[in-house]
């Protein structure tokens, strides 16, 4: 032993703590997409903090299944239908919007233009 104490329970996993902050990450974004102003979704976000806070001290890995299918339910349950995406993003309002013609060779042009005449 080298004397260095950890505060961190070394009974839980990398995989698991980067679950857990997924999942936390994906209900505050979640909810953020039913809120048009950050003010009142900033209630729901300490609701949602407060519900992992809760659940921080369950060592048991059944009880910790069972809270995370019932989590994953919740989430599925809550999924906004038309969710935000900013604009520049795939699928946003301004994604290949003026996007450039595409470059025919010689010969296809040749053809667009003697098709028109």
């Known amino acids: 032993m080298s004397g260095v104490v950890s505060s961190v329970s070394p009974s839980f996993s990398a995989a ?6 997924s999942l936390y990450k994906r209900a505050l974004v979640n909810s953020l997409n039913w809120y048009i102003r950050r003010d ?3 209630n729901k976000a300490i609701e949602i903090r407060a519900e992992f806070e809760r659940n921080r ?5 059944r009880a910790l299944a069972a ?10 349950r809550t999924q906004h ?12 309002t301004k994604w290949e919007r003026n996007i450039p013609p595409p470059i ?3 010969e296809e042009k040749a053809a667009a233009l003697a098709a028109h005449h």
């Not at 698991?16 to 902050?21: A, D, G, L, Q, W």
């Not at 001290?57 to 890995?61: A, E």
């Open 81 to 92: 239908p038309d969710p935000y995406r900013p604009a520049l993003f795939p699928d946003g």
């Open 16 to 21: 698991h703590r980067i679950y857990v902050k």
């Open 40 to 42: 009142l979704w900033r």
């Open 57 to 61: 001290g369950v060592t048991d890995p």
């Open 104 to 106: 025919f060779s010689a």
């Open 67 to 76: 809270i995370f299918e019932k989590a994953e339910a919740e989430l599925a």
